[in-house]
């Protein structure tokens, strides 16, 4: 029986001193598990929608055990609480495995019965329909599936996130596994590009050494890629989700409303 990930919420370290400043781009924060853009505020209720959309990166297999989750969420950043839904991509004995997942702490993940290969486009949504309703959407617009479920959430929303994550496995931080590249574009917070800032930005540090390292926001700041390792990705030169210019063939026609059922 396959084990649960837990997707915990960021273990922040300080920002770097200014050391940092002569050998690259000083990021916001630092974490032993979240890499990428975090965006918060003090007011609860500051956040009741998120969406993004990535690519699922192709991961490198080895022989020890290795785990990356990308997702978009709600809180976490702050506090205890986080609203999540995204793709896990791991090698686990030697085997290279894909899925997509949706959780709500202090729950574990809840992996969702569809099928994720690498190089698929994703599409995710998070949004808050009453004060203690939300409504979790993750589509795969590569195999032409929409998954959504509506759930009980009362988290505070004073953070939003898009994230690259070495997961919790029994009960430790998992090793990251070597995931490339990744892009996250047409970021949206409460239906609006979030204006991304270098102070948003976070690394990942883990046994002394930065593994996963995000851009700088490019274009319209509403998009950016990250990077396994410690080498600075080059901001993405657009921010459209690649399969926003595709047009559907006649024999495609019939799943129109996949397309209509995801605002994007």
Known sequence: MAQ????????????PSSAWLNRTIQPGWTSNNWSGYA??????????????????????????????????????????????????????????????????LPNTETRIAYPVSPLDNMYAKITRLSKRKWMIVLANKTKGWVFKTIQRYTGPGQSAEWIMEAPTNGGSIAILA??????????????????????????????????????LPGKGRDNFTIAYGSRIPRPPKQGTCRFER????????????????VEL
């Not at 990930?5 to 300080?14: L, P, V």
């Not at 690519?55 to 990308?70: E, F, H, L």
């Not at 595709?246 to 059922?261: D, I, N, T």
Request: proline share 5%; charged share 25%; aromatic share 10%.
């Open 39 to 104: 965006i918060q505020r003090r007011k609860r209720g500051s956040f009741y929608s998120i969406s993004g959309c990535w690519t699922v990166p192709r991961i490198k297999p080895g022989k020890t055990n290795r785990y990356a989750s990308s997702w978009i969420g709600i809180d976490g950043y702050t506090n205890s609480a986080l609203i999540q839904t995204g793709t896990e991509q791991e090698v686990e004995n030697g085997k290279t495995v894909y899925y997509p997942w949706w959780e709500i």
């Open 178 to 215: 070597n995931y490339g590249t990744i892009t996250f574009r047409r970021c949206r917070v409460n239906g609006r590009p979030p204006g991304l800032r270098r102070t948003d930005r976070g690394i990942m540090v883990q046994n002394g050494r930065t593994v996963s390292t995000p851009s």
């Open 246 to 261: 595709k047009r559907l063939s006649p024999s495609q026609a019939g799943k129109a409303s996949l397309h209509a059922e």
């Open 4 to 15: 649960h990930r837990r997707h915990a919420g960021a273990i922040r370290r300080s920002a």
